[in-house]
């Protein structure tokens, strides 16, 4: 129905052995027994998939801020990218790790008021107050 | 030294009764004595000044998300889109609610993931996996 | 003082031939005496000079749209991209063709508003209603 | 068919008295008997619904620019940023407001040709020139 | 089943004398007998039309840069801004000139790691090194 | 003079076992003696630091795409996105690596031209072409 993707995706029953070890990584640490797409697309480089799974895994961990905040942050940028499959996704996840509705709302609030003042900022282009400064 | 801004900044004693209204809820709702300069630009426009002032106070207080957790959301949003004063005033204002440099930290990193994993989804273009939908 | 163009400025007397046809080309087109800097760095490719001149020339003259209303289109875009030079250039040709300080206002409060409500569309994405899809 | 949108639609006769105030005032507004989308996926926030249409609907009245060209700068910006919806609904919009086809096709000129020197500009770096800084 | 385009396609028996010499030209340098959509739908300004694909045309044949180099660019910059013709269609073009599979990833991998790293630029601002900086 | 970072630069001297390491990987593989700001910032977070010259550093490495042709990548993207240090840095990178002056220009004449038609494709939507969608 819609369009294919760009790269078939890698099912897990055709994937090398390499890709099937990002893949396990994958769903054990989610606690899943499925791969989404992105991760099928990814897997026809899998230097690349192997990376960026690492990286999204390590990052998205809790740490000095939790897992649910880091999600937020991913879909206020996804939103702002205007990346429809980042969307959905991330925000799905959200939703999985406890985001409600009324703080999906609050989140997209913050989002357009951040993105209008943004560009108020770019175009009378304010000079950075001093108080803003950090001191080197 | 720097470019000045493209309309002059607009300083409380030169303002109009109107623009002083805004000010002064901006400093009483900061409890702070000054006013930040893209205000002070934005001051060209009293309708303008006082519909994103109220926008911002409205959508920056505590609600179903906390203020510092949407802070953090508008320093994400301002790195994504490059806006120079933006990321200054909003990284100082995080700080100033309690942000840690390792929650800053984290913060870039998750910056730098969301804004990579965007754009391979986006040159790649794997559907949205049915998972992810919501239900209508 | 600010940092030097990734290529040096290519100056009148210093220009070959085809490069100061275009030159003279601005200036009688404008109606004055001097070059901005954006066209001395596009110099150093006589070819991308040429062409990047004649499509602004032409697109910008007036037609179906005045010359004032495509000059506030295009600063309205280059506040949206973040493009430094572009604001302050382009603002300055508004300004120069007629631009009001309540009409430059007024577009800034246009540019924030679709900004946001661009972002509230993407992280939202709302099905386009079928009154708003052109006949085929 | 497409992808359901991010949150259900909240249909006239579901909503509740304060987001039926806000569809009220919309098709007052507009002399119309229907709400487009981007309306009903906001009204999961009463107050986001309610600020944000009395921002466009103030921001969007005719002024010291006319409505046509405010509804033109909308389209650019919305084309710039990649915003499916916005694009098909303000160019809707302008359609039903005047906009000739003469006249999209060059505003579509414009915006092409701007995002082109937007580049140029963020790529080669020319300093801004004294002539195009206003006066502080 | 998808949305139409924002103007009806322009097909080649229906089209002008202007348009078609514009559609004659692109055929003939690419050596095919179909035009795509995305002239079709310049093809309602005539003007448009040719200066973009003249554009394309000479800045796409290759110089300094090999043709296939080129196509790369593109399709880097198509997935940045997230444009979904300009992904499909310039990532078949690619593959046409000769893209391997191998190629296309690695591609992908720079511009995920590019804009990653522009993000964590722009967030966290490090002043360029003078060692970058061109002699004036 | 301008302004100062949003952390302190981490100097090699004043930096940690972890950091040290990370800092001389990358003068080892780069042949140098010094580091360049980027890494300075990143080093607040020391797995960040890694991890991000760790991916630079392999994604960057000649694979089925030669060095200069990925740096020719970085630039375009760097100017898409408008990002100061990126376009600064990785210029100088690309020079170093070989790139002539006129390959600079004709990768500027390439980013132009995507940029442009990029948006013309977002603002008039024209379908994907079947003969530019991948067989699944």
């Known amino acids: 129905m819609s369009q294919p993707p760009v790269v078939p995706l890698v099912e897990y029953d ?3 052995p ?5 893949y396990d990584d994958i769903m054990a640490t ?3 027994d499925w791969i989404n797409n992105f991760w099928k697309v990814l ?3 899998p230097a690349l998939l192997k990376r960026t799974w690492e990286g999204v895994r390590d990052v998205m961990k809790p740490g000095a801020l939790d ?3 880091k999600e937020l942050i ?3 940028i996804s939103a702002t990218n205007g990346c429809d499959y980042c969307t959905y996704s991330h925000t799905a996840s959200a939703r999985a790790k406890g985001m409600s509705e009324a703080q999906f ?3 997209m609030a913050v989002v357009g008021m951040a993105n209008q ?5 770019n175009g009378l282009r304010p000079p950075v107050d001093d108080a803003f400064l950090p001191r080197a």
Do not use: F, I, K, P
């Not at 003042?117 to 900022?121: G, I, K, S």
């Open 74 to 76: 991913y879909v206020a």
């Open 67 to 69: 897992a649910l905040t």
């Open 14 to 16: 055709r994937a090398s």
């Open 105 to 107: 709302m609050e989140l």
């Open 30 to 32: 989610r606690g899943t």
């Open 117 to 121: 003042t943004n560009r108020l900022a």
């Open 43 to 45: 897997a026809h480089d």
């Open 18 to 22: 390499q890709v099937r070890a990002v």
